[in-house]
């Protein structure tokens, strides 16, 4: 059914880029909003980032707001996170989600390099 396929975590330097993609199949991806959360080790799942599906605007916590971009791809099924100018404490696995479904992707792992 509903699938969601994180891909393009990996090490990163602090202050460097990286770009991740959530593929999505098995549901009307158009009609969903999606969003980007992160887990690090010993802390809470957190927000990351939010687009709507009737008028694209965002949201992004203080933590990582004009460093964080989502955006979407609605014929291509994608949503992507832009992570620019990583820290340290970006460093968590990353999950794509649907929360009017409650479903999860399996993660992908972001790691800053100290």
């Known amino acids: 059914q509903a699938q969601l396929v994180e891909s393009g975590g990996g090490l990163v330097q602090p202050g460097g880029s990286l770009r991740l993609t959530c593929a999505a199949s098995g549901f009307t991806f158009g009609s969903y909003g999606m969003s980007w959360h992160r887990q690090a080790p010993g802390k809470e799942r957190e927000l990351v980032a939010t687009?709507?599906?009737?008028?694209?605007?965002?949201y992004y916590p203080d933590s990582v707001k004009g460093r964080f971009t989502i955006s979407r791809d609605n014929e291509k099924k994608m949503v992507y996170l832009q992570m620019n100018r990583v820290k340290p404490e970006d460093t968590a696995v990353y999950y794509c989600?649907?929360?009017?479904?409650?479903?999860w992707g399996q993660g992908t792992q972001v790691t800053v390099l100290s």
């Open positions: 687009t709507n599906s009737f008028d694209n605007s965002t």
């Open positions: 989600y649907v929360p009017y479904l409650d479903h």
